[in-house]
């Protein structure tokens, strides 16, 4: 090959690297970035994910020129089973000369796909409400969009959870104060609960706190108790009283208890809470009170009662924002967030033994 062909191909090959995902090996945790500004929709935030019954991946994201644009649109893309890289993702929802916001997709047990999402109306998210569309072919086609909620204010932001009676429960929030960078102090998370056989959703229980509350992550724990990690409310300034929010309901969601600090910081941002299939907990969150580093994850082995095992996903300077986990049929953890100011999507998975031997090592020391 002449020395102008090797530049070439050289130079080739970098664009190729450059705009497609990478990943990299941190001990036993694998990081890919999935998606960055080379793709459709510059401004990535928050992205979700879902293995589906076939065993393909699916993730969703919204984008667009900003957060508050009116362009914003629901993207997904499909990583296939056996497949390494993720395709171009594709817009899946898009309400005309309306900005669309949150996307969560999700596999009912009787194999529905669900994708729910936010519009906004307004010039804030005060003014939104959630959508939802339905797939009956494994995420390959969607049907049309329909509204779940007409209350202004309404969001979406983590997984529903199969309670165990067999209803559906979606968290929710309700959003108030139209300001960009604030949220007023009676925000409240809230759930829908869902119907399997009608599939309708209405509306369950909120919970209330001092000082306003979002984006709840719910769990259910074996003697039926219903736990939930909130986001705090307010602003973005720096305080030393930033906490997450915890809160508890014994029906099934219909009423929660007040929402009080719990052991965790919070820096205004989104948390994720998920039951492992061996009972444990899995809490992803910023371990800070200012910024969104470092993402963290907790582990507890005693259903809520403590959280003994800790370890920083993400560090360093940056913004790491907006976790979302699932467990696959493999038992591995699959991670997706933000980072790079919320136009980049990245995916991590990991054991959880990888977050439990930082416990261990505490202990030996």
């Known amino acids: 090959m002449s020395p102008r062909r090797l530049v070439r191909f050289a130079l080739l090959l970098s664009l190729c690297f450059a705009s497609s995902p990478r990943a990299s090996l941190a001990g036993d945790i694998v990081f890919e970035r999935v998606f960055g500004p080379e793709v459709p929709g510059q401004y990535k935030h928050p992205a979700a994910i879902e293995e589906l019954a076939n065993g393909d991946l699916y993730l969703v994201y919204y984008g667009g020129a900003g957060e508050y644009e009116g362009d914003t649109a629901v993207f997904g893309s499909r990583k296939r089973q056996g497949e390494t890289t993720w395709p171009a993702p594709k817009v899946i929802a898009d309400t005309p000369f309306t900005g669309d916001g949150n996307a969560v997709i999700w596999q009912a047990p009787d194999g529905l796909v669900w994708l729910f999402y936010v519009v906004r109306f307004g010039e ?129 969601a219909q009423t929660w208890s007040e929402g009080l600090d719990s052991a965790f910081p919070n820096p205004n941002a989104a948390v994720d809470l998920l039951r492992l299939r061996n009972g444990h907990l899995l809490l992803v969150y910023n371990d800070s009170m200012s910024d969104r580093t470092p993402l963290t994850a907790a582990i507890s082995v005693d259903g809520d009662k403590t959280w003994p095992a800790k370890r920083d996903l993400v560090s360093g300077a940056g913004d790491f924002g907006y976790p979302y986990a699932i467990q696959a049929k493999d038992g591995k953890i699959h991670l997706v967030y933000t980072s790079d100011e919320r136009k980049v999507v990245n995916h991590a998975v990991f054991e959880e033994s990888a977050v439990l031997k930082s416990a261990s090592r505490a202990n030996a020391q």
């Open 124 to 252: 804030t998210w005060s003014s939104s409400r959630i959508k939802a569309k339905v797939s009956q072919d494994g995420a390959e086609t969607w049907s049309d969009s329909m509204l779940l909620t007409l209350e202004a204010g309404t969001m979406v932001r983590n997984r529903p959870i199969v309670l165990d009676n067999g209803d559906y429960l979606l968290p929710i929030y309700y959003e108030t104060g139209a300001d960009t960078e604030k949220t007023g102090a009676d925000s409240m998370s809230g759930f829908l609960r869902g119907d399997p056989k009608t599939h309708r959703w209405t509306e369950a229980g909120r919970i209330r706190s001092q000082k306003g509350n979002l984006q709840p992550g719910v769990v259910q724990m074996d003697d039926g108790r219903l736990v939930a990690y909130c986001r705090r409310a307010g602003d973005y300034l720096a305080t030393t009283k930033g906490w997450i929010v915890r809160s508890e309901s014994a029906d099934r």
